[in-house]
Nanobody, 129 residues
Framework: QVQLVESGGGLVQPGGSLRLSCAAS????????IGWFRQAPGKEREDVSC????????YYADSAKGRFTISRDNAKNTVYLQMNSLKPEDTAVYYC??????????????????????WGKGTLVTVSS
């Protein structure tokens, strides 16, 4: 099993930066993929960025590409989301999620965000002046 705890959310002005952290309890090898999702008020949850635990392959949604960076610290069992050039439309609850049941056949592309079975409780990011 994997337990996920997000942190790092808060209030930031447009154009600012935040770094979110997702601490995973247990061995990092317990999940095949892990990533970040977000849900804005009145909207459906959407994928943001995901990463393979095995080789570090990454996926970014179009809205995140060029502004956000996902990374890992395997020694700390922690995944990060560095968010730069934040916009008001980035305002959302950001969730960390992990997939533990299926080996990915392709370690690139949106497949890295599929089939998440463990979820954190989320951290709120508000981008506003």
């Amino acid at each position: 099993q994997v337990q996920l705890v997000e942190s790092g959310g808060g209030l930031v002005q447009p154009g600012g930066s935040l770094r979110l952290s997702c601490a995973a309890s247990g061995s990092a090898a317990d999940y095949y993929t892990i990533g970040w999702f977000r849900q804005a008020p009145g909207k459906e949850r959407e994928d943001v960025s995901c990463i393979s635990s095995s080789d570090g392959s990454t996926y970014y949604a179009d809205s995140a590409k060029g502004r956000f960076t996902i990374s890992r610290d395997n020694a700390k069992n922690t995944v990060y989301l560095q968010m730069n050039s934040l916009k008001p439309e980035d305002t959302a609850v950001y969730y960390c999620a992990a997939q533990t049941h299926t080996i990915v056949t392709v370690t690139t592309g949106r497949e890295l965000c599929y089939g998440m079975d463990y979820w954190g409780k989320g951290t709120l990011v508000t981008v506003s002046s």
